[in-house]
């Protein structure tokens, strides 16, 4: 794949691939990409001079070529729940967040690909707070080492979601080659199965990311017909549920997986049983799962969480048509960590 990644010099933002293209073009083995990337992702290296199995003149003459960047992080929040939210500040000053949750027996990370938000979804309130700018492959790897570092047993951090701050399938090139070093062998090792993009539905991105990547896809649905994901989610009007369920249709899903169908509950808007029962009609033909986010209040928002009977009411007509569906109880509300909940900004920051 060409990049524009391959010109820049920070290691972290290299695949292996484009690592080795660049050895190769300064006549140095390809084979020192592996060791340079073990370096960095197995042994935690933060400088050239640590590598000791490279020569002193190479190691020298890396480090006036190309830097290792790293992050550390300004801030950790704790839930009451044991949910941490990370706050790091980035190079040009802006902030961005990423949020470790836990699970029974290992940790998940909700990482952002972006600063901010341009697709403008109603509910949300990243999106509420505009859009700054798109993270560069290595400011998304370097939360993920980040937190890693932070972690007593850091094998533990076996799950990754890209469910942060910001539209990953907007930010395509950046997200992909960050994919790439997450999954690596020379990279951060994690299995694609345990790694998902959830997107808003950017239909064109989908079928590209379908070709390019081999982790999990989430798909932000919130409304099972256009008039109401019109008034939820502005992309529906580029990309309306039609063509945005074909996409979904046409996706090379491995056997056995599923695509995760999120539908955030909001009261009186998406929540009643007509919703679930179109909503049921319109699934049928896929390979679906289904995400109930209870809408998480947040200050300056109209919108309101449902009563809990109507969840479980809106679960069970799902269920009776045979779907699994979770109720995912956002972790972290105390901390404002939860899904929807992240708006990094310096201000805030006080
Ligand atoms: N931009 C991507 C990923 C980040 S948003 C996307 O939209 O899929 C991650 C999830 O949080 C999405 O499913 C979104 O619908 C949900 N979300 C956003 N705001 C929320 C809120 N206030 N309450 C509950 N879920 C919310
Ligand atoms: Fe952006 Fe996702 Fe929030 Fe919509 S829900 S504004 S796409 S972060």
Known sequence: MSSKYSVRN????LTEQALTRWLQEHDIPSYRAGQILGWVYHRNAKTFFEMTDLSKDLRQWLSNKLTISSFTHEKIETSEDGSKKYLFRLDDGHYVESVLIPEVKHWTLCISSQVGCSMGCRFCLTGSSGFMRNLEPSEIVNQICAVRDDLTSPQSLTNLV??????PLA???SVIHAIQIITGNNGLQFSGRRVTLSTAGLVPAIDAFGKDARTNLAVSLNAADNKTRNHLMP?????PIEKLLSACKRFPLPPRRMITFEYV???GINDSPEDAI???RLLRPLRAKINLIPFNPFEGSDFKR???ATILGFQKILLDNNYTVLIR???GQDISAACGQLRARAQDQT
């Open 329 to 331: 109880r956002s972790k």
């Open 162 to 167: 890209f469910m942060g701050m910001g539209e």
């Open 235 to 239: 992309i529906n009007q580029t990309y």
């Open 278 to 280: 179109k909503l049921a």
């Open 10 to 13: 920070d290691v972290k933002s």
């Open 171 to 173: 930010n395509y090139d």
């Open 306 to 308: 449902p009563q809990e």
């Open 265 to 267: 509950l909001i009261a």
